[in-house]
């Protein structure tokens, strides 16, 4: 194992069933936020509001509760744990626009 795969599976104390929940519902919250932000802040494919800013903020905070329970979420179901940090990955990529096709 690399020392970046060790680090990535890291997580100081084991979380409860209760706060694995808890992060779940979260994570739910998070990921349907960035959905309803970005719907009122892009037109067109173009930036035009504050709430896209507000959608990426949404996605930065489900990264890191997935992150947080990844070894949970993996435990449970690998693929789906997978699969999920894979569109977090792609919604931060195309986050980075470039500023030029920002109208705010």
Same mark, same amino acid.
């Given at each position: 194992?690399?020392?970046?795969?060790?680090?990535?599976?890291?997580?100081?104390?084991?979380?409860?069933?209760?706060?694995?929940?808890?992060?779940?519902?979260?994570?739910?919250?998070?990921?349907?936020?960035?959905?309803?932000?970005?719907?009122?802040?892009?037109?067109?494919?173009?930036?035009?509001?504050?709430?896209?800013?507000?959608?990426?903020?949404s996605?930065?905070?489900? =990264?890191? %509760? #997935?992150?947080?329970?990844?070894r949970? &979420?993996?435990?449970?179901? +690998?693929?789906?744990?997978?699969r999920? =940090?894979? %569109? #977090?990955?792609?919604?931060?990529?195309? &986050?980075?626009?470039?500023? +030029?096709?920002?109208?705010?």
């Amino acid at each position: 194992m690399t020392s970046a795969a060790a680090l990535s599976a890291y997580q100081p104390v084991e979380l409860t069933p209760a706060e694995i929940a808890k992060r779940g519902s979260l994570l739910y919250l998070f990921t349907d936020l960035i959905y309803v932000e970005y719907k009122d802040g892009v037109r067109d494919g173009q930036i035009t509001a504050i709430e896209y800013q507000e959608a990426v903020t949404s996605g930065g905070q489900a =990264e890191v %509760i #997935l992150k947080n329970c990844v070894r949970s &979420s993996s435990a449970a179901d +690998a693929n789906a744990a997978a699969r999920l =940090e894979a %569109i #977090l990955g792609e919604l931060e990529t195309a &986050s980075r626009l470039p500023s +030029a096709t920002r109208k705010m």
